[in-house]
């Protein structure tokens, strides 16, 4: 995989398990796929949903519309010396972007939080691959294929009565720089402080010893800081999927009122900040939407003999946009 700085479902569904009277009914899906929640949930779980929706909508940060150059903005910084941050082609033009006003998930999506979509929807949990056994924690947002997270997306904007999705790749740079302003990193200052805005080795150390994996890379949702607008973890070891086709070229011909990226491709852009202790990458990155991370110059690994043991996509997470033009309360 090459990394460069710049800001940046498939349904596995279970076998029908037969008993000796009945079989368990397929999950449901309005015309465009997208999940139905269950007509048949107990009481319990009615709760549940409901106490998960107040949570939601709690969590989404508005965030004003406005106009801000997306892209490679190096030469804008006096420390560079007129260069550019990254040598990639895609990050360039730097080009204006005009967007409407939206709102924004100050968290990503966890496993507590699919685990809820696929009760409430009769599916089967996420994250539950054999290879996952050390990585699914409740707080902790990875191993979601592009699908499945703007079903997620889609199904919760029906239950709070709001258009919602994954957020387009503009949106997610401009919130990601606080509204578009020249910020290289998203966080509370701008800028990495290792142990208190980004995890240091020593705290990623001790959580795969408090949760005993060897997969906790990832801190867990909410650690440190948010941005100055609410949001957390846009710096971190994964990647967040956008609702954009992936174009190397797109820069030079996206237009300025609110891009969607192309309108076909093969890969969905991920946006997300890899960090270390004592620095970071801006990654902007095509993912194929049901399969593996990979690089630029290879193509697509198959599923491993389709096998729902295996998770293909454990690098990815997602966060939900309203797409509004009023804050959601």
């Not at 967007?99 to 809820?116: E, V």
């Not at 009122?257 to 004592?278: D, Q, W, Y």
């Not at 990979?294 to 946009?321: A, F, G, H, W, Y």
Request: one cysteine or more; hydrophobic letters at 35%; a negative charge.
């Amino acid at each position: 995989m090459t990394l460069k700085p710049l800001f940046v479902s498939l349904f596995i569904l279970p076998p029908f398990t037969m008993t000796a009277c009945a079989k368990e009914p397929a999950p449901s899906a309005d015309s465009s796929g997208i999940p139905q929640t269950r007509s048949d949930l107990t009481a319990d779980e009615k709760k549940q949903l409901d106490e998960f929706l107040v949570k939601q909508k709690e969590n989404m940060r508005f965030i004003e519309g406005g106009s801000y150059e997306m892209g490679d903005f190096g030469h804008k910084l006096d420390w560079t010396g007129g260069l550019p941050i990254s040598s990639e082609y895609d990050s360039k033009p730097l080009h204006k972007v005009t967007l409407d006003s939206f709102s924004m998930n100050a968290y990503k999506a966890t496993y507590d939080d699919f685990d809820i979509y696929s009760m409430a929807t009769g599916q089967r949990k996420e994250g539950m691959q054999l290879s996952d056994e050390e990585l699914r924690q409740p707080n902790v947002a990875v191993g979601i294929n592009w699908q499945t997270a703007q079903h997620y997306c889609q199904w919760l904007g029906q239950q709070l009565d709001v258009p919602m999705s994954l957020p387009t790749e503009a949106q997610w740079e401009y919130a990601a720089r606080n509204r578009g302003q020249f910020v290289l990193f998203p966080t509370d200052n701008g800028k990495v402080d290792a142990g208190r805005n980004i995890a240091t080795f020593e705290q990623q150390k001790e959580l795969r010893q408090k949760y005993n994996t060897v997969f906790m890379d990832v801190p867990l949702v909410g650690m440190f800081p948010p941005n100055p607008l609410g949001l957390y973890d846009l710096i971190n070891q994964n990647y967040e999927w956008t609702m954009d086709w992936y174009a190397a070229d797109y820069y030079e011909r996206s237009p300025e009122l609110n891009p969607k990226g192309p309108k076909i491709g093969t890969e969905k852009v991920v946006r997300s900040l890899s960090t270390m202790e004592g620095g970071a990458d801006n990654i902007r990155l095509g993912i194929g939407p049901v399969t593996v991370l990979r690089t630029k110059r290879l193509p697509d690994p198959p599923l491993i003999d389709n096998d729902p043991r295996m998770n293909q996509n454990r690098n990815t997470s997602s966060r939900c946009v309203a797409n509004s033009l009023k804050p959601l309360s």
